[in-house]
């Protein structure tokens, strides 16, 4: 079921919505619970990925930002769709661009998907 909340208004708890997430990845001592990030994540719009991102960074518990945390405690398909959700539509696009051209050879599929 497709639940997104598309309406660009921010949920009142972000702050709480931030805590999970640091609570389910950077603040774990050994693992992750994607489930908590891939709820939050998916189900957030772009206004609120984007203030989820600040009020993680203003945590006094965090040293990272989101997107660091993400990278250091996933990988794979999962890293790289948390990362499209943490980082700006542009920002996540030039960083596939530079993905694409970085290194010998150029991955001529996604620079034709960017």
């Known amino acids: ?6 309406s660009g208004e921010l949920p009142e708890d972000i702050e709480g919505l931030a805590k999970q997430l640091y609570d389910a990845g950077a603040g774990k001592w050994m693992g992750t619970d994607e489930q908590v990030f891939i ?21 006094e518990d965090t040293k990272q930002s989101l997107c660091k945390d993400v990278e250091a405690k996933f990988g794979g398909d999962l890293e790289f769709a948390a990362l499209a959700r943490c980082r700006p539509r542009f920002d996540f696009l030039a960083y596939r661009l530079y993905k694409a051209c ?10 034709c998907r960017v």
């Open 39 to 59: 709820d939050i994540l998916c189900k957030a719009n772009e206004p609120t990925c984007v203030a989820l991102c600040a009020a993680y960074e203003a945590l």
């Open 102 to 111: 970085k290194g010998w050879g150029t991955d001529e599929e996604c620079i």
């Open 1 to 6: 079921e497709f639940d997104r909340d598309e």
